[in-house]
């Protein structure tokens, strides 16, 4: 099995759109050794966070119970990392996917996260306007050696919903806002049972539809999705729906550098959606 080639249309599809999916790059060996420890990390997760925890990570600090090879040999993978690189730059690399995380579907009740752009929504405005400012934040968005997230997914998942092109806005339009204040985390996450399990998947799905120019992911088994984390997304789960996606990163120095040197500001945060994504991992 070989990786497609990336084309200057594929490239230009990212720059553009914020995404794009390279298609099943996982052989079918490595796929069967993947699933088998995504179903332990699972079990983990549930046994530490409840039943409807939503990750693992990282993947390494479980070495005593899960088998690292298949996630070690997943970033071996012939021809990824020369993928990557050709539809990004040729700095960039694969995190190790030990250090990644391993998405869930929840054993219990649906719920999905709020609508997000990471980063920019995790620190405090004030903060953001003092340290960096909304010309600056251009750059830092459309700079593509920063903000290069991946779902990998070892089961068909659906889960992710994306806003193509938003990764390029400073600001959120009207609309963009009105559907993310129509609710709140805890709504959508629903722990006092206000709704049926019905109802509660009914109301995430309106709010991940409401959302103006929002595609759902469709992504196969082995399907490599790279996406701006900088531009609106967010997770919408279902018991029913079996979930195990690698969740990780196309890396670089320049991200490594961003992250340090900003680091101080995503810790000013107390709350939010950062705090909100933190409950649902039970951390
Ligand atoms: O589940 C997903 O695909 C997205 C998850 C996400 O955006 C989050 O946890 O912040």
Redesign the pocket.
């Known amino acids: 099995m070989s990786i497609a080639p990336i084309t200057e249309a594929d490239r230009q599809f990212y720059r553009d759109q914020g995404y794009f999916i390279i298609r099943q790059v996982i052989p079918a060996g490595l796929l069967r050794d993947l699933r088998r420890e995504a179903a332990k990390a699972h079990d983990i997760a549930v046994r530490l966070h409840g039943p409807r925890v939503?990750r693992l990570a990282p993947l390494k600090a479980h070495a005593g119970e899960l088998d690292l090879q298949p996630f070690r040999d997943f970033d071996q993978i012939e021809g990824l990392v020369a993928a990557i690189q050709t539809l990004l730059t040729p700095e960039h690399t694969l995190k190790p996917t030990e250090d990644a995380c391993l998405?869930f579907h929840p054993r219990e009740r649906p719920w999905s996260?709020e609508w997000?752009r990471?980063w920019r929504d995790h620190v405090l405005e004030a903060e953001f306007q003092a340290e960096i400012g909304d010309a600056r934040w251009q750059e830092i968005a459309t700079d593509f050696r920063l903000w290069n997230q991946v779902?990998c997914p070892l089961y068909e998942d659906t889960?992710?919903w994306y806003v193509p092109r938003s990764f390029k806005r400073v600001n959120n339009t009207p609309e963009e806002m009105r559907v993310y204040a129509s609710t709140t985390q805890q709504e959508l996450w629903d722990e006092d049972k206000r709704r049926t399990d019905e109802e509660l998947e009914l109301f995430c799905l309106r709010y991940c539809q409401a959302m103006p120019g929002a595609v759902q992911l469709v992504l196969n088994p082995g399907d490599f999705c790279i996406y701006r984390n900088v531009g609106w997304?967010?997770?919408n789960y279902v018991p029913y729906r079996r979930r195990a996606?690698l969740?990780t990163h196309c890396f670089t120095p320049a991200y490594a550098q961003f992250a340090k040197d900003y680091e101080h500001m995503l810790k000013a945060v107390p709350a939010g959606i950062e705090r909100h994504?933190r409950l649902a991992r039970g951390l």
């Open positions: 939503q998405l996260t997000h990471d779902n889960s992710t997304h967010l997770g996606t969740n994504a």
